[in-house]
């Protein structure tokens, strides 16, 4: 008599594509593509913001856009400079200075 205890395996969590993994080999993981340019939105969630401070640093020219026909939208790399810039001058850019 079999004295242990039969556990069922768990199932193969499903896929993307609603089938379970295949056996072979796994196939390289791609990273999304890096995207050039952001939101305004998007700019906001990355510096942990409101979207209201992303548009008063366009209109203070503190923070370049890009016209695309009716959207704004933000460069990449022009974020990064904004925020290497934020790093290099005491004090916090994004608060109201009106607020002192």
Do not use: K
């Not at 196939?27 to 008063?56: F, N, W």
């Amino acid at each position: 008599m079999d004295t242990h205890a039969h556990t069922p395996a768990a199932p193969t969590a499903p896929t993307t594509t609603g089938r379970a993994p295949s056996s072979s080999p796994a196939a390289p993981v791609i990273a999304a593509p890096v995207t050039m340019l952001l939101t305004l939105d998007e700019v906001a969630l990355e510096l942990r913001c409101a979207r209201r401070s992303v548009e008063r640093q366009i209109t203070r020219h503190r923070l370049a856009a890009v016209h695309v026909g009716r959207s704004v939208r933000i460069e990449r790399r022009e974020l990064e400079r904004y925020v290497a810039q934020l790093s290099d001058q005491p004090g916090d850019q994004l608060s109201d200075p009106r607020r002192g």
